[in-house]
T-cell receptor, first 110, second 112 residues
Framework: DGGITQSPKYLFRKEGQNVTLSCEQNLNHDAMYWYRQDPGQGLRLIYYSQIVNDFQKGDIAEGYSVSREKKESFPLTVTSAQKNPTAFYLC?????????FGPGTRLLVL | GDSVTQMEGPVTLSEEAFLTINCTYTATGYPSLFWYVQYPGEGLQLLLKATKADDKGSNKGFEATYRKETTSFHLEKGSVQVSDSAVYFCALSDRSTDKLIFGTGTRLQVFP
């Protein structure tokens, strides 16, 4: 089945630790996106990539980093510089303007 | 900049009631408009979309019409079910970047 997978479903981060969230798609989409969702709020764009080896900052990129070495993969690293990382993280991909979302990763701070 | 405004929730309805969730937008161009649905603990699923004025998107009994004159894209369903309980997001696309701009979401609760 074609789709977007995110892992893990839950992730725990200790103070000062970097953690990486995985996002993989087998839809052959060129563009991929990372969003952050906080309770009662809409989605905010962290980073996006329209092509392999290229990516741009979104609205809230501080404290995050990404890479796009393969078309299928767009991992997000939450660095220790992100002081309030507790949120639900959603990955999406698109061909054209319609975006399709993965199931999400919930990040919690210990 | 471009923006989307949705009615605040929660919207609480009895099963088989009529649903309307209001969505208005501000955009400099002619964006495409989307409704996404999010069930508890899950990602967003595309519900329907419309790409130009007067287009009607429809899916699973839900429908919305792209109204350029009122800059609106209200979501409607004639008879809701308990299984429709979820959060609904209205969004528009920036055609130059394919970035989506989301509203804050509206929670729908349907009781039997």
């Amino acid at each position: 089945d074609g789709g977007i997978t995110q892992s893990p479903k839950y992730l725990f981060r200790k103070e000062g630790q970097n953690v990486t969230l995985s996002c993989e798609q087998n839809l052959n989409h060129d563009a991929m996106y990372w969003y952050r969702q906080d309770p009662g709020q809409g989605l905010r764009l962290i980073y996006y990539s329209q092509i392999v080896n290229d990516f741009q900052k979104g609205d809230i990129a501080e404290g995050y980093s990404v890479s796009r070495e393969k078309k299928e993969s767009f991992p997000l690293t939450v660095t220790s510089a992100q002081k309030n990382p507790t949120a639900f993280y959603l990955c999406a991909s698109s061909w054209g303007e319609t975006q399709y979302f993965g199931p999400g990763t919930r990040l919690l701070v210990l | 900049g471009d923006s989307v405004t949705q009615m605040e929730g929660p919207v609480t309805l009895s099963e088989e009631a009529f649903l309307t969730i209001n969505c208005t937008y501000t955009a400099t161009g002619y964006p495409s408009l989307f409704w996404y649905v999010q069930y508890p603990g899950e990602g967003l699923q595309l519900l329907l979309k419309a790409t130009k004025a007067d287009d009607k998107g429809s899916n699973k009994g839900f429908e919305a019409t792209y109204r350029k004159e009122t800059t609106s894209f209200h979501l409607e369903k004639g008879s809701v079910q308990v299984s429709d309980s979820a959060v609904y997001f209205c969004a528009l696309s920036d055609r130059s970047t394919d970035k989506l701009i989301f509203g804050t979401g509206t929670r729908l609760q349907v009781f039997p």
